[in-house]
């Protein structure tokens, strides 16, 4: 019997061990959750650049198939990552006193402290769920997709897949006016040496064809398709195909220059020239471009300014006539005072004229943002990779 003790006793350690064993690696491996987090969110921001080169690459492709198809692009503007570890350890022992009754009892008797450790239970439950997600904002401007689709015609154009538009739209005059505000600027005077539409003219960087033509060594990444027309970049493209993301991610996030602006507050009389607060019948208030004329706020027609002028002239010569007369101080100030208000209305409404109306009417407009769309349900995952509960039998 004391044989049987001594095996039992040494099952009990090595299982005990095992236990042991067991809990250790179960709080090492839920210990690194950050690890895998900070791997998760490293890789998501790879993928982000992905995305918007995969994007291109299809919209190159669809217009290889048909240079006048029409483009569309979306762009993360949120995303997240996370990362769940939950372990669970435990243990079930059994007492008993192995020595109880029969011949074995009398020669050894029981006592209280002869119970021993007669089966041990382990449970280990351990869980990892991961979770990423972009939320991705479509572009649905449609000056911004004119924009795009001058740049991929132009890109298709010179490897000989059709011919870019130059009448409606022009899209020369687009891109000129998109980088330099103006639609005769120069692009290589404005661009402040940043990738723009001009840096990729003048070659043919990326092939096309059907599925089979597609090199087996080609990257995936670097492959796009729409419709069986594939197009592939190989190492000596990719350089423009980096400028080619990188414009149209100008596009999507910038707008064209806006041009300065001021504002002109004016109070005016019933002849609609400027007076004091006092004297006002109204107030106009205009945002113009910081190069007008703050007079052509108020500019009128010619005939409209030619009769005011009569109007004003008569009535400073009945003033001056009046002051003429008047002995009295007091009242010869106010005479002096009225034709002064005169001389100064003159004055503007001569200006008025030499200068004319506004040179821009109206001020361009400005984009509207886009609300966020959707989360692409491809890239929400969760998994368990710890293994699934498990439970080791009761010796």
């Given at each position: 019997?004391?044989?049987?003790?001594?095996?039992?006793?040494?099952?009990?350690?090595?299982?005990?061990?095992?236990?042991?064993?067991?809990?250790?690696?179960?709080?090492?491996?839920?210990?690194?959750?950050?690890?895998?987090?900070?791997?998760?969110?490293?890789?998501?921001?790879?993928?982000?650049?992905?995305?918007?080169?995969?994007?291109?690459?299809?919209?190159?492709?669809?217009?290889?198939?048909?240079?006048?198809?029409?483009?569309?692009?979306?762009?993360?503007?949120?995303?997240?990552?996370?990362?769940?570890?939950?372990?669970?350890?435990?243990?079930?022992?059994?007492?008993?006193?192995?020595?109880?009754?029969?011949?074995?009892?009398?020669?050894?008797?029981?006592?209280?402290?002869?119970?021993?450790?007669?089966?041990?239970?382990?449970?280990?439950?351990?869980?990892?769920?991961?979770?990423?997600?972009?939320?991705?904002?479509?572009?649905?401007?449609?000056?911004?997709?004119?924009?795009?689709r001058c740049a991929y015609q132009q890109a298709v154009a010179g490897c000989g897949c059709g011919v870019m538009s130059r009448n409606c739209p022009d899209c020369q005059a687009r891109l000129n006016s998109f980088y330099t505000g103006d639609p005769e600027g120069k692009i290589s005077q404005s661009g402040g040496g940043s990738v723009t539409t001009d840096c990729l003219k003048g070659k043919c960087w990326f092939h096309v064809g059907c599925k089979k033509d597609v090199p087996k060594d080609c990257c995936?990444?670097?492959?796009?398709?729409?419709?069986?027309?594939?197009?592939?970049?190989?190492?000596?493209?990719?350089?423009?195909?980096?400028?080619?993301?990188?414009?149209?991610?100008?596009?999507?996030?910038?707008?064209?220059?806006?041009?300065?602006?001021?504002?002109?507050?004016?109070?005016?009389?019933?002849?609609?020239?400027?007076?004091?607060?006092?004297?006002?019948?109204?107030?106009?208030?205009?945002?113009?471009?910081?190069?007008?004329?703050?007079?052509?706020?108020?500019?009128?027609?010619?005939?409209?300014?030619?009769?005011?002028?009569?109007?004003?002239?008569?009535?400073?010569?009945?003033?001056?006539?009046?002051?003429?007369?008047?002995?009295?101080?007091?009242?010869?100030?106010?005479?002096?005072?009225?034709?002064?208000?005169?001389?100064?209305?003159?004055?503007?409404?001569?200006?008025?004229?030499?200068?004319?109306?506004?040179?821009?009417?109206?001020?361009?407009?400005?984009?509207?943002?886009?609300?966020?769309?959707?989360?692409?349900?491809?890239?929400?995952?969760?998994?368990?990779?710890?293994?699934?509960?498990?439970?080791?039998?009761?010796?």
């Open positions: 019997m004391d044989d049987e003790l001594i095996h039992f006793r040494r099952y009990r350690s090595r299982r005990l061990g095992g236990c042991i064993a067991a809990c250790i690696v179960l709080a090492a491996v839920t210990g690194c959750t950050h690890i895998q987090l900070r791997n998760n969110a490293v890789n998501q921001a790879a993928a982000v650049g992905d995305f918007h080169q995969q994007q291109v690459l299809d919209n190159l492709a669809m217009f290889a198939h048909d240079i006048n198809s029409f483009p569309h692009f979306s762009y993360p503007n949120q995303s997240g990552a996370t990362v769940t570890d939950q372990g669970v350890a435990g243990l079930t022992p059994n007492w008993g006193r192995p020595i109880t009754s029969g011949a074995t009892a009398a020669s050894h008797p029981p006592r209280f402290g002869d119970f021993l450790l007669s089966s041990l239970g382990l449970n280990i439950n351990a869980q990892r769920s991961e979770q990423e997600g972009f939320t991705i904002t479509p572009i649905n401007d449609p000056k911004k997709l004119e924009l795009m995936c990444n670097y492959v796009g398709h729409y419709c069986g027309t594939y197009v592939w970049v190989l190492p000596d493209g990719r350089d423009d195909l980096t400028k080619l993301t990188l414009v149209i991610l100008d596009f999507a996030l910038n707008g064209s220059p806006v041009k300065r602006s001021k504002e002109v507050v004016y109070y005016i009389d019933e002849l609609g020239l400027p007076t004091t607060i006092r004297d006002s019948v109204g107030k106009v208030t205009a945002q113009v471009a910081v190069t007008e004329h703050n007079e052509s706020v108020l500019a009128s027609t010619p005939q409209d300014a030619f009769r005011i002028k009569q109007i004003l002239e008569g009535d400073l010569q009945n003033i001056q006539k009046r002051l003429a007369a008047a002995t009295d101080p007091t009242e010869r100030k106010a005479y002096l005072d009225e034709q002064a208000t005169l001389e100064r209305k003159l004055e503007f409404l001569e200006q008025q004229i030499k200068v004319g109306t506004l040179k821009e009417e109206y001020l361009p407009g400005s984009f509207a943002p886009s609300p966020p769309f959707s989360v692409i349900p491809g890239l929400q995952l969760q998994q368990n990779t710890l293994g699934a509960p498990t439970t080791l039998p009761t010796p």
